[in-house]
């Protein structure tokens, strides 16, 4: 299975420059989008609270830098709306999420789905809690995301990815700080300008 499917991504990756970007070109693209299946795991030195996390949306935008024909590198920022974290009275809970990321575009030669990538993502998260008497956060974290997308129609995106973010709290009803971890699946659609 592995073999078969090592020998398609050769061959597609073969085929691939023939359509590819240009090296050199850039890409902005805009994205919204939703946060699902969501979960957070608090970890106090006592004991660990795992809670799931109601969807968010999310907002965002996204540069690339074509420095192969395939392969895209550049950064981006996304702020992910407050949502109630199950379990805990009315607290709410967001990010903003500045990263690094690459991309490598296998060209499919289809007029609707022009292209797949894989999508790499990491960088820094700023945690953000509401209301504000809980929002002791001690420090921000990493911030990584790892999926796939593609381009419909030569300009509209759609993405799948699974994120992680990471910071430390303290609780404001003692002297406690504990490790906190964000986990998701993110979807987006969005519009992309070329240059």
Do not use: C
């Not at 702020?79 to 009315?90: A, H, P, Q």
């Not at 903003?96 to 499919?108: G, I, R």
């Not at 406690?176 to 998701?184: I, M, N, P, R």
Request: glycine share 8%; hydrophobic share 45%; no cysteine.
């Amino acid at each position: 299975m592995r073999k078969s499917l090592l020998a398609v991504l050769l061959a597609v990756a073969m085929v691939a420059p023939v359509f590819a970007a240009d090296e050199g070109a850039m890409e902005l693209d805009v994205k919204v989008g939703f946060n699902l299946m969501s979960n957070v795991d608090v970890d106090y030195s006592f004991e660990t609270v795992s809670e799931s996390v109601d969807p968010a949306f999310t907002a965002g935008v996204d540069f690339f830098y074509y420095v192969m024909p395939q392969l895209a590198i550049g950064a981006g920022v996304q702020y992910v709306f407050n949502s109630e974290i199950s379990n805990w009275e009315g607290l709410k809970a967001g990010w903003t999420n500045l990263y690094a990321q690459a991309k490598y575009v296998f060209e499919t030669g289809n007029d609707i789905f022009n292209n797949v990538y894989p999508l790499v993502q990491i960088g820094y998260g700023i945690l953000r809690m509401d209301p504000e008497d809980w929002n002791d956060v001690d420090s921000n974290g990493l911030y990584w995301g790892i999926g796939a997308g593609t381009t419909i129609k030569e300009n509209f995106v759609f993405e799948l990815l699974y994120s992680n973010n990471n910071a430390v709290i303290g609780d404001p009803h003692g002297p406690e700080t504990a490790d906190v971890k964000y986990s998701t699946l993110q979807l987006k659609v969005g519009y992309k300008f070329v240059f």
